[in-house]
């Protein structure tokens, strides 16, 4: 019985040692021998370097040969320098996209292709208030072009690429990576009203024109501008291929895009000082809109029975924040639709049609 015993306690001990000794040379292991795991996070890591290289590598060849300088020339002087892309082409010719402000004043515009050939082109249309203007170039010298993708479908931190010639044609064909670092930004200058796309791509003179593209290789927006101070730096900004595709093919026509006009005078709710100008007020609980400040009778506003110092807030479902959102979605309309206005007045909120005449 005794001698029983003694074989049970040596065969546990013997088990407990094994077991301890297995678990304290897996940890010894882990701890000194990690090479399996290391080496599979590595390949990982560098598979997937290789995949996002690749795709930007994809990107850039489907729209690089689609790029051209722009040079603008007025008796026979440079006078402005930008880029382009070739984005149609039909049996006779090709069709370049660029900005306004590249070729404007222009009379005699070139192009040169990624071959350095320099091409004469024809100026189609063009509008200071998109900011954009469509050239004519012989098919004969198309080699390449560009698809248009669709910039409603843009993602915050996606990456983006931007072809052009930063200060001018010594620098043609320049690549810039970046990131989509904002959408629907609301800019306004002397003529120009747009929503645009904010990019930290490198955006530079003479970028002006030229394609913003998503790793499918798509065009999604037209590059025209960037915030330029010593203490900004990563703010550039393209104008979105969806609002350019509402006009081009009015510019490739050579017709001029007809914007309504309702007919009206207004100021911002937040301009204080010009409502007092004006012997108008807004309540304060009202953060949002813009003030009727002189109505034009028998024109859009008026016929629709609206009436100075009413606060309008909506076109449709589009909200009115400032007046540049007013005429940014005024611009969206084309004269002879019908819409729906959302306004303020005496404190209540209402509703009316109103038929848009020609500006």
């Given amino acids: 019985m005794m001698k029983d015993r003694k074989t049970i306690f040596k065969y546990f001990i013997f088990y407990v040692f094994t077991i301890f000794s297995s678990i304290l040379a897996v940890i010894i292991y882990l701890e000194y021998f990690p090479v399996s795991s290391k080496v599979i996070t590595e390949e990982k890591t560098i598979n997937e370097t290789k995949l996002s290289e690749t795709a930007i590598e994809d990107a850039i060849e489907n729209v690089y040969d689609s790029v051209v300088t722009v040079e603008s020339y007025k008796n026979n002087q440079n006078i402005g320098s930008g880029s382009g892309f070739i984005y149609k082409e039909d049996k006779d010719k090709g069709y370049i996209l660029t900005n306004h402000h590249v070729i404007n004043l222009a009379d005699k515009i070139e192009v040169i292709l990624t071959?350095?050939?320099?091409?004469?082109?024809?100026?189609?249309?063009?509008?200071?208030?998109?900011?954009?203007?469509?050239?004519?170039?012989?098919?004969?010298?198309?080699?390449?072009?560009?698809?248009?993708?669709?910039?409603?479908?843009?993602?915050?931190?996606?990456?983006?690429?931007?072809?052009?010639?930063?200060?001018?044609?010594?620098?043609?064909?320049?690549?810039?990576?970046?990131?989509?670092?904002?959408?629907?930004?609301?800019?306004?200058?002397?003529?120009?009203?747009?929503?645009?796309?904010?990019?930290?791509?490198?955006?530079?003179?003479?970028?002006?024109g030229g394609p913003l593209v998503n790793l499918a290789g798509e065009v999604i927006g037209i590059t025209s501008m960037k915030l330029a101070t010593e203490e900004i730096e990563g703010m550039g900004f393209a104008i979105p291929i969806n609002d350019v595709k509402n006009y081009v093919t009015y510019l490739e026509k050579g017709e001029e895009i007809k914007r309504p006009s309702i007919g009206i005078s207004v100021i911002s709710v937040s301009d204080r000082y010009s409502l007092y100008r004006y012997g108008l007020s807004v309540d304060s609980s009202v953060t949002k809109g813009v003030v009727i400040s002189d109505i034009v009778s028998s024109k859009s506003a008026d016929k629709a029975g609206l009436k100075k110092g009413d606060i309008i807030t909506k076109f449709d479902d589009n909200e009115i924040t400032s007046i540049s959102t007013l005429r940014y979605y005024l611009y969206q309309y084309k004269t002879g639709d019908t819409i729906n206005v959302t306004y303020i007045r005496n404190g209540k909120t209402s509703r009316l049609y109103m038929k848009l005449i020609e500006k």
């Fill in 115 to 208: 071959n350095n050939e320099v091409v004469e082109v024809k100026l189609l249309g063009s509008d200071e208030y998109t900011d954009i203007a469509v050239l004519s170039i012989d098919k004969s010298k198309v080699t390449k072009v560009a698809n248009l993708g669709n910039s409603d479908n843009m993602n915050l931190g996606s990456t983006v690429i931007t072809v052009g010639s930063p200060m001018g044609s010594d620098y043609s064909g320049s690549i810039t990576r970046g990131i989509i670092s904002g959408k629907d930004r609301m800019i306004e200058s002397s003529s120009i009203i747009a929503k645009v796309i904010q990019t930290d791509a490198a955006i530079n003179p003479g970028n002006s």
